[in-house]
């Protein structure tokens, strides 16, 4: 049971490539997240899918777009990276939205833009 | 709007003292939250769920809507403890349900 895996682990960008962090759960959770992490800031939610089909802004968007591909898969795409946009990135599932078990997080991805 | 308060950034502690993480938050309606552990440059894992009102590697913690605080405790501290600490509110209701949010995160080292 690989819970929630995120790809790449880590990656580099130059200030205006775009590309795209993929996340993927295998435990049939209908709802899917993107958080970002810095110090001294906690974390940060950036977008949100409630379940399948929906996806919602969250406290950070800018900059970032989300595809809720199918139930398992909930990508997240820089189209014109900043360097604002360095940060280590983390996915994560929950069965439902509401009152269900605690959230899983992926192992991160650490990006720095230069 | 929901907000979660974690007043201490570093909190140094001996082996076998107790420790307390603080953990104050500001929500409208009943909310969920929870205590998320994350050892060095690991992903988070999930420490604690008020909801549950389970023990996990001997830290606790208690709701208390009157002072809207969701502290962490543990009566001895170990150093396998040192860590950041999160501690995190759902939102349960209305629109944006599901959402979590954090507070800064409290980074406890315990000392041999």
């Known amino acids: 049971n690989a819970g929630v895996t995120q790809t790449p682990k880590f990656q580099v960008l130059k200030t205006g490539q775009s590309m795209t962090l993929q996340c993927a759960q295998d435990m049939n959770h209908n709802s899917m997240y993107w958080y970002r992490q810095d110090p001294g800031m906690g974390l940060r939610l950036i977008y949100y899918s409630a379940s399948e089909g929906t996806t919602d802004k969250g406290e950070v968007p800018n900059g970032y777009n989300v595809s809720r591909l199918n139930k398992r898969e909930f990508s997240l795409r820089l189209e014109s990276a900043a360097p604002s946009q360095t940060s280590v990135y983390f996915c994560a599932s929950r069965v439902r939205a509401q009152f269900g078990p605690g959230y899983t997080f992926g192992s991160g991805t650490r990006l720095t833009v230069v | 709007a929901q907000r979660v308060t974690q007043p201490e950034k570093l909190l140094s502690v001996f082996k076998g003292a107790p420790v307390e993480l603080k953990c104050n938050y500001s929500y409208s309606g009943s909310p969920e939250l929870f205590w998320y552990v994350q050892y060095s440059r690991q992903r988070l894992q999930l420490l604690l769920r008020?909801?549950s009102r389970e023990s996990i590697k001997g830290f606790t913690a208690d709701l208390n809507k009157g002072e809207t605080s969701f502290h962490l405790k543990k009566p001895f501290a170990q150093e396998e403890d040192s860590a950041m600490y999160y501690c995190?509110?759902?939102?349960?209701?209305?629109?944006?349900?599901?959402?979590?949010?954090f507070g800064q995160g409290t980074i406890l080292t315990v000392h041999p």
């Open positions: 008020h909801i």
């Open positions: 995190a509110l759902a939102n349960a209701g209305g629109t944006s349900y599901g959402k979590l949010t």
